[in-house]
Nanobody
Framework: QVQLVESGGALVQPGGSLRLSCVVS????????MGWFRQAPGKEREFVAG????????NYADSVKGRFTISRDNAKNTAYLQMRSLKPEDTGVYYC????????????????WGQGTQVSVSS
């Protein structure tokens, strides 16, 4: 079975930093693209960041550009989202997702999803 397990969510103050991890098993991780999405209460799930199979291409939502960095370690089957300068509007459940080779900003393009990890940014 394919499994994606997120971790690293926490309560953090505005301006703080947090690093999320997503460990993938059950597929060939190095042949897949990874995305991070988030969903705030009362809002639709939205694209945050994506990275292609070899890490050469990345894409970010405008709202997080310059603050968030997506990366991957294919030897560890793990994707990361480094979040800096966090804002209250970054609050939500963060999900990692997997699809073949190439990044997409559309949630329905992804084949596998983790269960999510809660990020709360509050003063």
């Amino acid at each position: 079975q394919v499994q994606l397990v997120e971790s690293g969510g926490a309560l953090v103050q505005p301006g703080g930093s947090l690093r999320l991890s997503c460990v993938v098993s059950g597929l060939t991780f190095s042949h897949s693209a990874m995305g991070w999405f988030r969903q705030a209460p009362g809002k639709e799930r939205e694209f945050v960041a994506g990275i292609n199979w070899n890490g050469v291409y990345t894409n970010y939502a405008d709202s997080v550009k310059g603050r968030f960095t997506i990366s991957r370690d294919n030897a560890k089957n793990t994707a990361y989202l480094q979040m800096r300068s966090l804002k209250p509007e970054d609050t939500g459940v963060y999900y990692c997702a997997n699809r073949r080779l190439y990044v997409s900003g559309v949630a329905t393009d992804y084949d596998y999803w983790g269960q999510g990890t809660q990020v709360s940014v509050s003063s």
